[in-house]
């Protein structure tokens, strides 16, 4: 079972990413999905997450309207495309998975965990 976080980079602020996630060994439509990050210095926090059950997409409110979860069940893809991005979304960008709720509020509910991607944001 893996999960494999891709797509960050270094962006100026205002600018667009899209993260993706791959999971192999399982199949990412039976699990709920998220996105957490981590900034030097500070606690891993939750950014979005996917429900398993319905689609539901849940957002942090420091991203709301500006990014967008989907997922993508034929290619057990989920991504993460992030747009008028500021200097304060900078950190490791992690996918997780988990059997139970989609949530942003808890990392103890996502049993895998992505390495991680790098995005930096420059003002």
């Known amino acids: 079972v893996q999960l494999q976080a891709s797509g960050g980079g270094l962006v100026q602020t205002g600018g667009s990413l899209r993260l993706s996630c791959a999971a192999s060994?399982?199949?990412?439509?039976?699990?709920?999905i998220a996105w957490f990050r981590q900034a030097p210095g500070k606690e891993r926090e939750g950014v979005s997450a996917?429900?398993?059950?319905?689609?539901?997409?849940y957002y942090a409110e420091p991203v709301k309207g500006r990014f967008t979860m989907s997922r993508d069940n034929a290619k057990n893809m989920v991504y993460l495309h992030m747009a008028s991005l500021k200097p304060e979304d900078t950190g490791v960008y992690y996918c997780?998975?988990?059997?139970?709720?989609?949530?942003?509020?808890?990392?103890?509910?996502?049993?895998?965990w992505g390495q991680g991607t790098q995005v930096t944001v420059s003002s």
């Open positions: 997780a998975a988990g059997p139970g709720i989609a949530t942003v509020y808890s990392d103890l509910l996502y049993d895998y």
């Open positions: 996917i429900s398993s059950s319905d689609g539901t997409v």
């Open positions: 060994g399982f199949r990412l439509a039976r699990y709920s």
